[in-house]
């Protein structure tokens, strides 16, 4: 199997700000690949590009062998893409709006029938396929926008986001669908700044932040990074940034920063710090409910990276 | 060329599930209609003192010319009337049918010689039925103008004959009556005419006609409205990663105003003829192409609003404000007869001004040949207007 999207060294500015700073990977048939990286890293923006909505500054995309830079149409035809905000008509029924997009890539008649009856099962809202799109949950409204993306079968999916902002049910429900559609052969592009997400989908992932990639590989490979560091998850309450920097003062201690309630420590040996980062916390007021020793996973990555956490 | 009616079908939709769209596009010219339409009478000319009329002088010899000075030299008949000196009898015969001229007078070829030769001659008044009473007071001018006339030129015959007798001939015969010429104030019958047919619009008609076209161009704003939404809400964003060109969507966009206008046009045809009676005049295919037409031009329009606007806002202000110029200048309020001088300019711009002209006059009698010219301007308009929109459309 070869690479069906290549990306080399692609580069977008608006205006004075490089959004995308030279970004290069590829993405083999067949394989679902991540791109992680927090809000602002260009994402988006690199997405855009490959959709032919954003045309480089610099370097190039080419999809199914053909470039984005010379026959656009030829990688339109190719994609499939479901926007990260939903891209819906509020007043036209799930039912019409799948049936509009189905149209736009071309399906007519009996296909467009049963790729719109397709579409419907994989949202799963074939009871109310004839409301108005205005009146779903945010959760179906997601997956209809999903639906309206793969109906017409494309062999390329891009993902931009599709989970921001929606209960764990529905949130569950997507990762389940994009696994299906991937196992029907379809080839993803899924990005994200939810590292479980893109842990539970991808086979490669690349990390990105500032508009570079600054990692690239599969979650083995991209653990491998973090070397043989222990990573230490603190659940604490109200850590002050005094009491963060006395952390990173202690011995042993390589790294450590806030994730959502919780505190992050790597460090190569875990036994030598527990002691000292306890008795820190305690001591300043902060308090410990329970600290686990995990490995590491995609955020001690991308903190041992960037020394910051994924969801600043 | 399939995704651009997929897209004009799409927007055509969305438009008529929309609430606002549906009223002012639909309820506010019915109720309009009914509102300007119920005051009385009829519009056009009215019996107003300002009394529009033409005098076709067609006489070879002078004594018509001697009628027309004798019309239109006097301050009284000045006050009252608005002469126009014209040569052409079929043109103001026309617009006297139709309403344009409130009355006539046409001097016939061979009045000098009728006159000359002591025969009675006729002078023609024509008068439009709908407005009697101001065609009365022509007739009677006319009459007492003829009078005058007569007196003169009776009096420069005998002065003549007198002159003539003092003169080298032998005086005449005692006992013989002068020879008199045998015109006399009797001999010159002043016709009146009622032009033939009753071309007066009715108010409801009038407004029928002014405010289809002045609302037939609402279809741009909600048109406009749908590119700026599709723009902020990510589906124009959608339709670009499709492999539609940016042409399919543009165009898609235009005939897709384009087919609510020629929908709104059949619900307020439709819909003031059942509602309130209105006659539309004998051929429908003149007043559908009219209304077609003015569709298009929405449909340029709604490209130069999503160009200027950059929200619902600006284009719910820009998009009204220019409705109501187009609108004011073109008749859907008040007959473009009785508008400032200083608009005229304006109105040939004005796809309104058009399409009301086209729509009463169809009402008239007018034909397709005849609605043609006006047609074209209005397409010619919304053509710019498309022009003008896409190149200056923003995607982003
Ligand atoms: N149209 C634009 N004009 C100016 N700056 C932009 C534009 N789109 C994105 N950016 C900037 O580029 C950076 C990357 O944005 P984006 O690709 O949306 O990031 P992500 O999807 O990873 O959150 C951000 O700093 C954003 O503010
Ligand atoms: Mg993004």
Redesign the pocket.
């Known amino acids: 199997m070869g690479s069906i999207v290549q990306v080399t060294d692609l580069v977008k500015r608006?205006?004075d700000?490089t959004?995308?700073d030279g970004v290069s990977f590829s993405i083999e048939e067949g394989e679902v690949f991540g791109l992680l990286?927090?809000?602002?890293?260009?994402?988006?923006?690199?997405i855009s590009t490959i959709s032919c909505l954003l045309s480089p500054d610099g370097g190039d995309v080419v999809v199914g062998g053909h470039s984005v830079s010379g026959a656009a149409m030829a990688v339109k035809r190719e994609l499939g893409v479901v926007p990260?905000e939903i891209a819906l008509y509020p007043t036209l029924s799930a039912a019409e709006n799948l049936a509009f997009w189905g149209r736009m890539y071309g399906l007519a008649g009996a296909d467009l029938a049963s790729a719109v009856d397709d579409a419907l099962a994989l949202a799963g809202l074939e009871d109310r396929s004839k409301e108005r799109v205005e009146k779903y949950s945010g959760g179906m409204k997601r997956r209809i926008n999903i639906a309206a993306g793969v109906l017409h079968r494309p062999k390329v999916l891009l993902m931009?986001?599709p989970t921001v902002g929606i209960d764990p049910q529905s949130r569950n429900h997507i990762l389940q669908t994009v696994k299906d559609l991937n196992a029907g052969g379809m080839t993803v592009l899924y990005?994200s700044h939810y590292m479980e997400e893109v842990e539970f989908l991808c086979d490669r992932i690349a990390i990105?932040d500032h508009?570079k990639i600054i990692a690239m590989g599969t979650l083995n490979e991209l653990r491998e990074v973090v070397g043989g560091m222990d990573v230490i998850d603190v659940k604490v309450e109200n850590v002050s940034d005094p009491v963060l920097e006395q952390v990173r003062a202690i011995p042993g201690v390589s790294q450590a920063n806030r994730t959502d309630s919780a505190l992050q420590v790597l460090t190569p040996g875990s036994g030598a710090v527990l002691g000292k980062l306890v008795a820190t916390l305690e001591s300043e007021g902060s308090h410990v409910t329970s600290i686990t020793v995990t490995e590491p996973n995609l955020e001690s990555v991308f903190l041992h990276l960037t020394g910051k956490s994924l969801r600043d | 060329m399939h995704t651009l009616f997929v897209i004009a079908g799409k927007d055509a939709k969305v438009i008529m599930r929309d609430r606002a769209a549906l009223l002012v596009m639909l309820a506010m010219p019915l109720a309009l209609i009914f509102i300007l339409g119920s005051a009385l009478g009829s519009i056009g000319q009215g019996d107003s003192l300002d009394i529009d009329v033409a005098i076709v002088n067609m006489d070879t010899g002078d004594t018509g010319q001697r009628f027309v000075e004798g019309l239109t030299g006097s301050k009284e008949i000045e006050a009252l009337f608005n002469i126009d000196v014209s040569d052409d009898a079929e043109a103001v015969r026309t617009a006297v049918e139709k309403g344009d001229l409130t009355a006539a007078l046409i001097i016939p070829p061979d009045l000098s010689e009728k006159i000359a030769a002591g025969e009675p001659v006729g002078l023609e008044v024509l008068q439009d039925p709908g407005s009697k009473i101001a065609g009365g007071i022509w007739a009677s001018v006319v009459r007492a103008g003829v009078a005058n006339a007569s007196a003169q030129i009776i009096a420069v015959h005998t002065l003549q004959e007198e002159l003539a007798g003092a003169g080298a001939q032998p005086p005449a015969s005692p006992g013989a009556a002068p020879r008199m010429p045998s015109m006399t104030f009797d001999a010159v019958a002043v016709r009146e005419i009622e032009a033939q047919v009753d071309k007066r619009i009715s108010m409801i008609s009038y407004y029928s006609a002014g405010m289809t076209g002045m609302f037939l161009l609402f279809g741009s704003m909600f048109g406009a409205f749908g590119f700026v939404k599709e723009r902020r809400e990510q589906t124009l964003a959608r339709m670009l990663s499709t492999p539609a060109g940016k042409l399919s969507i543009v165009g898609g966009k235009a005939v897709g105003v384009l087919m609510i206008g020629v929908g709104q046009f059949a619900v307020l045809l439709i819909g003031t003829k059942m509602l309130f009676g209105v006659d539309w005049g004998q051929n429908l295919g003149a007043t559908v192409l009219v209304g077609a037409a003015e569709a298009v031009a929405a449909a340029g329009l709604a490209m130069t609003l999503a160009a200027l606007g950059k929200s619902e806002r600006s284009i719910g202000g820009i998009g009204p404000a220019a409705i109501m110029l187009f609108a004011a200048t073109g008749g859907s309020m008040i007959p473009t007869e009785q508008l400032p001088k200083f608009l005229l300019p304006v109105q040939v711009i004005s796809p309104v001004y058009w399409t009301v002209s086209g729509f009463l006059d169809v009402m008239r009698g007018a034909s397709v040949a005849d609605v043609l010219p006006g047609v074209g301007a209005v397409l010619a308009i919304g053509a710019v207007l498309f022009a003008f929109g896409t190149w200056r459309l923003r995607f982003?």
């Open positions: 608006f205006g700000f959004a995308v990286g927090p809000n602002g890293a260009g994402k988006t923006t690199t990260q931009d986001e990005t990105m508009g | 982003e």
